[in-house]
């Protein structure tokens, strides 16, 4: 499974982005997707989460009600509308699949990462 992140940048406070996800190979092994940040010293956090078959979302409550996670129906590519940036987004946000069904919460339950892409929100 191949995952490429883009779509991040540098925003000011307030401001919106949209990140891409785009997924190949292999996908049918693929039952959840989802977006992490990773704050400079820190560990991974899971923003958002979406299920392949059943769609159902799940969000940090920092980011709640000003990011929204979607799909392509078609495909597996993943997208995250970021809208109301605070500079406490600002992180290095990586695109994510598991292979197994079930509750996710950290990283060790995703399997395959992106590369990242730097979001940089200024206040």
């Known amino acids: 499974v191949q995952l490429v992140e883009s779509g991040g940048g540098l925003v000011q406070a307030g401001g919106s982005l949209r990140l891409s996800c785009e997924v190949s190979?292999?996908?049918?092994?693929?039952?959840?997707m989802g977006w992490f940040l990773q704050a400079p010293g820190k560990e991974r956090e899971l923003v958002a989460s979406i299920g392949r078959f059943d769609g159902i979302i799940d969000y940090q409550d920092s980011v709640k009600g000003r990011f929204t996670i979607s799909r392509d129906s078609d495909n597996l590519n993943v997208y995250l509308e970021m809208n109301n940036l605070k500079p406490e987004d600002m992180a290095i946000y990586y695109c994510?699949?598991?292979?197994?069904?079930?509750?996710?919460?950290?990283?060790?339950?995703?399997?395959?990462w992106g590369q990242g892409t730097q979001v940089t929100v200024s206040s």
């Open positions: 994510a699949a598991s292979s197994y069904a079930g509750i996710h919460r950290v990283e060790r339950d995703f399997d395959y």
């Open positions: 190979d292999r996908t049918f092994e693929i039952y959840i």
